[in-house]
């Protein structure tokens, strides 16, 4: 017998009757906190309320993370989370109830149960942290404690729970928990949704293959490039506090995981030595690296440290983590190993919360520059003898070596290249 223990958990009953009398829903006002995995999915809930007639305009994010916007907007209503990113959602919510000149008539914070992911298909699942999945609830609690906020300011609290990475779910988890706020029928549902996945796909594509430009450009030109290994918040600057701003600042292009190029010709490259002798089905197959593969982000950042491994032209990865994040805990070890396998530089911020730690920051940032100029030709180098020379990207040139041929470590030259090994 089967128990639907999730949508009886999370069903809603709506805390003011819906503003939506008639369907034009242009002066609707939708507010979005941008948090966790907003940050990645933010282009589906554009796409999906402009395919109801709510005007780009009256759709409004709520800001960056910050001090003042936990301090003016969150105080007080604090839930017992202990991770920093779900801890900052309060300030989101009271930015979009308190902050706006205009109200907003909606406040709409999904709880996403799955993500898109390039390693779909290739790994368990890709189930989200289940405190960002449950994260809006804990939040909610917070306005509604002593009396119900919401109400008080005349919003509808819309929270639906979706399986974005799971798409054949999704029109129907829409329309369940969105129907009486947008007094929706489940065709115009089944079209806002295709519209929504259409504008994610064309926007997530674009940054693709600006990921593929940034590494044709560093193959071209012989060079380097630092990847980001992180979860898609720590893109928030008051999260990630901006750390890879002020490494690109260096000259650096900066890379993030989440938008790494997936084409065939490339992935075939770099993976071509692990599937032919039988270590992985595919090159989005981790489980030579990581078995429990259910967990979006996680598996992401795996596959994103086995990427760097490979890629020549990335020279630096960079993972940044934050304070109380028990998802990471197990990951920290397991990356750093596959990165620094193939000698590429390997540098974590953890425990990242609140404080922007300036002076840190610029030390460690002049440290990880001093590493880069020193030994990212080196390191392109010893890579690149690792592949084939049929690469898909720019033309290939060994990088003069900074070394004094007698100071490169046997097994890393061109003509003799190593057995492959470079992750794990
Ligand atoms: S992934 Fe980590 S930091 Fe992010 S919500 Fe989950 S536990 Fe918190």
């Not at 939506?20 to 809930?45: C, E, H, M, Y």
């Not at 309320?49 to 003016?72: C, M």
């Not at 079209?191 to 560093?218: M, P, Y």
């Not at 590493?371 to 720019?394: H, V």
Request: glycine content about 6%; proline content about 6%; hydrophobic content about 40%.
């Amino acid at each position: 017998m089967r128990f639907p223990t999730l949508p009886t958990w999370f069903a809603k009953k709506l805390s003011v009757a819906s503003p939506v009398k008639v369907k034009d829903r242009s002066q609707l006002r939708v507010g979005i906190p941008k948090v966790l995995n907003i940050w990645t999915t933010a282009q589906f809930w554009v796409g999906f309320l402009k395919a109801l007639g709510v005007s780009s305009e009256n759709i409004i994010f709520s800001s960056d993370t910050s001090e003042e916007q936990g301090r003016e907007f969150g105080k007080g209503r604090g839930t017992v989370d202990c991770c920093y990113p779900v801890k900052c959602i309060s300030g989101h919510y009271g930015e979009l109830i308190f902050g706006q000149k205009k109200k907003i008539n909606v406040l709409f914070s999904p709880m996403i149960h799955t993500l898109p992911s390039l390693l779909h298909g290739h790994v368990v699942d890709t189930i989200t942290c289940t405190r960002v999945m449950a994260g809006p609830e804990s939040i909610k609690a917070g306005f509604m404690k002593e009396r119900d906020i919401f109400t008080e300011n005349g919003i509808v609290y819309a929270s639906p729970f979706v399986s974005l990475g799971d798409r054949h779910m999704v029109v129907q988890q829409m329309h369940d928990s969105l129907k009486d706020v947008f007094d929706l029928d489940l065709e115009e549902t089944n079209l806002a949704v295709q519209a929504g996945f259409e504008a994610l796909d064309a926007f997530t594509a674009k940054a693709r293959q600006q990921s593929r430009d940034i590494l044709n450009w560093c193959a071209q030109n012989q060079k380097p490039c630092i990847l980001v290994l992180a979860r898609p918040y720590h893109m928030d600057t008051g999260i990630g506090h901006e750390i890879e701003a002020e490494l690109q600042a260096h000259g650096f292009p900066i890379l993030w995981l989440q938008y790494l190029p997936g084409d065939g010709d490339l992935m075939n490259w770099l993976f071509e030595e692990d599937m032919r002798s039988g270590r992985i089905k595919s090159p989005f197959d981790i489980s030579d690296v990581w078995t429990s593969s259910y967990s979006s982000n996680t598996n992401e950042i795996m596959w994103g440290a086995k990427f760097a491994s490979r890629c020549p032209w990335i020279t630096c990865v960079i993972r940044l983590s934050s304070y109380e994040c028990g998802m990471d805990q197990p990951t920290y070890t397991p990356t750093q190993k596959i990165v620094e396998a193939s000698r590429t530089l390997f540098f974590k911020f953890g425990d990242l919360d609140s404080t922007k730690p300036a002076g840190s920051i610029k030390i460690r940032v002049e440290t990880v520059v001093h590493y880069m100029a020193k030994y990212s030709q080196e390191i392109m180098r010893s890579k690149l003898a690792r592949l084939s020379p049929q690469c898909p990207l720019g033309p290939l040139q060994a990088p003069a070596s900074s070394l004094p041929e007698s100071e490169v470590p046997a097994g890393l030259h061109a003509d003799n290249p190593p057995a492959v090994s470079a992750a794990s």
